[in-house]
């Protein structure tokens, strides 16, 4: 049986969600993939990275779209640039492929940055968060989860028995009664 990735599975699921006039957030946006596809499917996207060359990567693989909005700062400071109430603000930790592997997400900052989507996001929004098991990562997820739990949110997680295969949760705000 095909197994799709984790990038495949939440862009089918934002395909299928995502208004035409959606507002969404790329909190990692890397070499632009995830970018890309947020600009084909939403009104107006924040690009965010810490790296000068993941803007310029990004840069070069959307050029032509006029809806995005490059932050070249840590996505700690979210609610610094982003104006609206997002739809979708997807975090794909880690570090950028083909790149210096020094420069990666960290838990200690990774913790608040959700916060802050999280806070920020609609009440229909969605927070996408896709873990990789390197040391890191693997303590992003942990204080990740222990927040999602004390806080009550809902969270679907896609994982496979594989320990070295990559985790994807969806979270959204509690369900209101
Ligand atoms: C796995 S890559 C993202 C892949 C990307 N979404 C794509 O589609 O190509 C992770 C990215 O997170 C960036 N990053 C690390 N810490 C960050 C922070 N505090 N704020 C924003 N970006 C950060 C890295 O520079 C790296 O480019």
Known sequence: MYHPCITEIYHWILEHTLKKDAVTVDATCGNGKDTLFLAKHSRLVYAFDIQEEAIEETKKR?????NIVYVHDSHERLKDYVRENPDAVVFNFGYRPLSDHTVMTRADTSLPAVKEAMDLLGTKGILILAFYPHEEGRKEREVITQWILEENL???????????APVLYLVSKPVMK
């Open 154 to 164: 809902v969270r679907t997680v896609y994982e496979t028995k594989k320990p070295d």
């Open 62 to 66: 959307c050029a032509g779209f006029t």
